[in-house]
């Protein structure tokens, strides 16, 4: 009996809690489906009267929505598909090629994971401009390229590749290059897949970089474009609450999809090394 | 060898590089820039920049605006902190219950809030709390209580971003307690079992020390996080009212990216740097000191 | 550690599929020439719509329409040409223009309006016109125009037992005085926000000596004309003629404005149109509009408004211009103040409008011709964000008419420090012509 009401106090709580964190995107969801103007009423309405799509459509043909969607993506997947490459590469020198100094410039770059990147941002914003990238999508990615925490992660994930398998390949007589495209990378496929979840998460996620270095609409990502709207349009409730699910949407599904990955690799990043 | 060393450069080589341009040479201009008065005349014609020394470092100290910056800083750090790991660490808790069901599902639901995008987030969180048709204030007349102006009112605001932070933030944090949970051994557990230890003193005397290096790395990176904050005030509150949710990242964005004074913004970043510098180290100092890391 | 199945075709096939939507994008046939014009909130909705017009007598010109929030125009204007991405045209609000001036990013129009058929520089009301000339340079030319003046509520004046609104400071205290103390304690005079600074800019725009001296080096707050205009501001205070709130705080002025919470309002252009619409249709008759009072008689008031101008770095300048006399014409100008109740800088633009039989236009007509502009230096936004400050404190009784005058200067004097440092440098650089 005492089992019974603890069991039902823990999972009371639990359910409570899931509540609590699922409810604003519930609302969020139900709103966007509302005509325009039934949100702001006297009780908030939970559900949608009559249910429309005719915010979403607002939102693509009128507010250019279509357009900070590919941009979003566009940005997002080339950080993803460069970041790769260049994290991978670095990681797997750092794990398991022995070279002078290796140590202690894999400290440095430890050491540098306290330093916020907005010490960094008044002067790469001048550096970009020397280079004629400020609003363009390699200005928004330039800080995205290569990730200290992306490197550490590889490190961290590539030390247990056994030396043995490395070293058989080199009497074989097969090139670094080699080797690496050939017997490290199918190796290191799980962190390949954790890692591209998380810079292309928050790649999608990221705010205040963009809305420095994004000067015209036309190449807005849709969290620049959502907070622009948000801010001129603060009546419309059900049109913004569409495009906070246009701009959500996409991660939340790569998330449901990949959980298993993307939980595995915060707990293997936030191992100290 | 002599080629393995040479490989092992090949691919450290386009990593380095572009962390060393778009990385290390900005943070030490931007501590360059911070020594000079950087501002829109000098961007018209670098003539018209000066050295400066300490000159922003000392008129940072005199700025009102800096002060009240942050203090909303800290205040958000130091209630928001605290608050989103007791929550964090109590959701691990009970999902680590042996009598829970549904783990998945739950674990799922209290993470979701953590990968949404951080400005779309906010913007619902705007009207969630809007002071006339949101649903916070629908809920409170529910219960039969006065609305509150949460975002309206400067005293209400700061603790409503805090909430947004605590809703955002707590399943990140579950996640990693949940892992330092599992981790520790069950042999603990049965001993104390077998002490007769309440449930109240195995959490304080098994739990809490086995968890205490999760504990810290959880701290530092909540902390890390929260001084940060500027995408909040940003899109929730625009700073207002009455200035009382400008953070100071967002007077950052504002001196350097507003009124273009990128001297002075350099200044107040580094500012910030030292200040989250100094309070992880003594952090650690603190942990160190009672033997956990 | 333990190893997962690899799961990676999930994200390959995300990533395929997001190439390919982006090659499509670039496809797009390049176009003849495109003239980007960026411009604010409401004007930029409407003036999209004065565009295919503008197309049609110009094949060869495709113009781009972005809009910029308000809030964030000016920033974003700084960050472009910061990151050397400016657009050919842009709508600047006017007491900008000397910061983009000095900054060099405007295209000087002199040569362009002389040559010009149909921008006639003689038909603009004069403070508004001089606003757009920097040290002689002409940098803009005028879209729109937005000056300060007296709504009243002619009801409570003739209660009160005046047939006219004031004309000068000391006609308007006696009215103030005489309705405050026929409303009573809780009600006043006239609503003079403490966060806004318009008011007190234009008390101190009508005095004879300028906010600043020595070209804009040094605030000139310690005159006796800046002094008189903070005595003033201080009086209607200290008399309990206003009430001592913000605009946070008298959030809806127009409500207030019909419950006779107070009979004088400062305000601009804008609010006829919403003094028509909030206020109920028996009420239509007992307000209207005058001038402001001046010191001795018929005051000036400031000259606001937004310009059009033409970026440096523009490589469609002969396109630009082209937009720009089109939006100039006449009776373009009469279709967007339809479209969004700007008033228009030209006297013949006014004329043949709905403007001119517009009786509570008619006000602004007369004071559009007594507009000055504030001193154009490139500081002044920051300067003037200090008057809100001060006389907040000085409302308050924190300060002194001589401590706030004393305040203002040193707070100038700050602000004007690196400019004075750079004029030094740069002989080059005319000081600002005192008007």
Not at chain 1, 231 to 241: G, H, K, L, S
Not at chain 2, 122 to 146: E, Q
Not at chain 2, 169 to 175: D, E, R, S, V
Not at chain 3, 386 to 401: D, F, K, N, T
Request: glycine share 8%; net charge positive; hydrophobic share 50%.
């Amino acid at each position: 009996m005492k089992l019974r009401l603890a069991s039902v106090c823990v999972n009371g709580t639990l359910i409570g809690m899931a509540l609590i964190a699922l409810f604003p995107l519930l609302w969020m969801l139900s709103v966007s489906f509302m005509q325009p103007g039934m949100a702001s009423a006297l009780p908030p309405p939970l559900l949608p009267a009559h249910p429309t799509f005719a915010n979403y459509r607002d939102l693509f043909a009128q507010s250019g929505m279509g357009g900070y969607f590919l941009n979003s993506l566009l940005i997002a997947t080339i950080a993803t598909l460069i970041s790769l490459v260049f994290n991978l590469m670095a990681g797997y020198a750092f794990a398991k090629l022995r070279f002078a100094g290796r140590e202690r410039l894999f400290q440095a770059l430890i050491g540098g994971l306290v330093i916020p990147a907005q010490v960094a941002m008044m002067p790469l914003f001048l550096l970009l401009k020397w280079m004629g990238l400020v609003d363009t999508y390699l200005g928004v990615m330039a800080p995205m390229l290569v990730t200290i925490f992306g490197i550490f992660l590889v490190r961290q994930y590539a030390r247990s590749i056994p030396d043995e398998l490395l070293e058989a390949a080199r009497i074989d007589g097969a090139g670094e290059g080699r080797i690496f495209v050939q017997i490290v990378l199918p190796l290191l496929k799980p962190i390949v897949v954790t890692l591209a979840i998380f810079t292309f998460l928050a790649s999608w996620n990221d705010f205040m970089w963009p809305l420095i270095v994004l000067t015209s609409q036309q190449h807005y990502t849709l969290p620049v474009a959502l907070a622009a709207l948000s801010r001129e349009r603060v009546q419309d409730t059900e049109q913004m609450m569409a495009g906070a699910v246009v701009t959500m949407l996409p991660v939340l599904a790569l998330f449901l999809m990949m959980q298993r990955h993307y939980i595995q690799g915060l707990l293997l990043g936030s191992v100290k090394g | 060898m002599k080629s393995r060393r040479m490989a092992a450069w090949m691919f450290l080589a386009p990593a380095l590089l572009v962390l060393g341009v778009f990385f290390v040479l900005p943070v030490l201009g931007g501590f360059a820039l911070s020594l000079t008065d950087f501002d829109p005349y000098a961007l018209a014609d670098l003539h018209n920049l000066r050295f400066i020394g300490l000159g922003n470092y000392l008129a940072l100290l005199q700025r009102p605006e800096f002060w009240s910056a942050l203090g909303n800083t800290l205040y958000f750090v130091l209630v928001g902190v605290p608050l989103t790991m007791l929550a964090s660490l109590g959701a691990a808790l009970l999902l680590n219950h042996r009598l829970t069901r549904w783990h998945a599902a739950f674990r799922t639901a209290l993470f979701a809030p953590v990968v949404t995008t951080l400005v779309a987030a906010a913007v619902v969180w705007r009207y969630v709390f809007n002071t006339r048709f949101g649903l916070a204030n629908g809920l409170l007349s529910g219960l039969g209580l006065d609305p509150v102006d949460w975002l309206g009112d400067p005293r209400w605001a700061m603790p409503t971003l805090i909430l947004f932070a605590v809703w955002k933030n707590l399943g990140y944090n579950m996640i990693l307690f949940l892992a330092g949970l599992q981790s520790i051994p069950p042999q603990l557990y049965e001993a104390a079992r077998i002490d007769g230890a309440s449930a109240p003193r195995t959490f304080w005397h098994v739990t809490l020390p086995m968890l205490g290096p999760t504990l810290l790395m959880v701290g530092i990176l909540t902390l890390s996080g929260y001084f940060q904050m500027f995408t909040e005030p940003y899109v929730i509150t625009e700073g207002g009212p009455l200035q009382s949710t400008v953070s100071v990242l967002y007077l950052m964005y504002e001196d350097g990216f507003k009124w273009w004074n990128l001297g002075m913004a350099s200044a107040v970043a580094f500012m910030l740097f030292v200040l989250m510098f100094a309070i992880t180290s003594g952090l650690l100092l603190f942990a160190r000191r009672r033997g956990h890391a | 550690m333990r190893l997962w199945r690899a799961r990676g075709w999930h994200c390959a096939a995300l990533l395929a599929v997001a190439l390919l939507l982006c090659a499509c994008r670039h496809a797009a046939p390049p176009a003849t020439q495109t003239v980007t014009f960026w411009a604010m909130g409401r004007e930029g909705e409407s003036v999209r719509r004065l565009m295919p017009a503008f197309e049609r007598e110009h094949p060869d010109i495709r113009v781009r329409v972005e809009i910029l929030p308000w809030k964030a125009a000016h920033q974003k204007l700084l960050t472009a040409f910061a990151g050397d991405v400016t657009p050919d045209l842009c709508q600047l609000g006017n007491t900008w223009v000397p910061e983009l001036a000095a900054l060099g990013a405007l295209q000087p129009l002199g040569a362009q309006v002389r040559a010009s058929k149909s921008v006639d520089p003689d038909d603009y009301f004069p403070g508004i016109w001089d606003t757009n000339r920097i040290d002689g340079t002409l940098y803009g030319v005028p879209w729109y125009v937005d000056t300060r003046l007296l709504f009243y509520r002619k009801d409570l004046l003739a209660k009160a037992g005046f047939d006219h609104p004031p004309r000068s400071w000391g006609e308007w205290a006696r009215q103030m005085a005489a309705i405050k103390a026929m409303v009573g304690p809780s009600r006043y005079a006239v609503l003079l926000p403490l966060n806004e600074f318009e008011q007190l800019e234009s008390l101190g725009l009508q005095q004879p000596q300028s906010m600043l001296r020595d070209g804009g080096r040094y605030g000139n707050f310690q005159s006796p004309g800046f002094k008189r205009a903070l005595r003033f501001y201080s009086e209607i205070f200290r008399n309990d003629w206003a009430p001592k709130v913000t605009n946070a705080e008298a959030s809806n002025p127009w409500a207030e404005f019909g419950r006779g919470y107070f009979a004088f309002y400062v305000s601009g252009p804008w609010n006829i149109e919403e003094f028509k619409n909030r206020l109920p249709a028996s009420q239509q008759g007992d307000w209207a509009t005058a001038p402001l009072p001046g010191p001795d008689g018929p005051g000036t008031s400031l000259a606001g408004g937004a310009s059009l101008v033409i970026f440096r770095a523009s490589r469609h300048k002969q396109a630009a211009w082209k937009l720009i006399e089109y939006l100039s014409r006449p009776d373009v100008q009469r279709t967007f103040y339809q479209l969004v109740g700007d008033m228009p800088p030209r006297r013949s633009a006014w004329d043949n409008s709905a403007l001119a039989d517009d009786p509570h236009a008619h006000a602004f007509r007369v004071q559009l011709e007594r507009a000055r502009p504030v001193p154009k230096v490139p500081e002044w936004e920051r300067i003037a964000a200090q008057l809100a400050l001060v006389e907040e404190r000085m409302a308050h009784g924190q300060l002194s008419v001589d401590q706030a005058a004393q305040l203002l200067n040193a707070r100038a004097d700050a602000i004007l420090a690196k400019r004075r440092w750079v004029l030094a440098h740069e002989p080059s650089k005319a000081p600002e012509r005192s008007p």
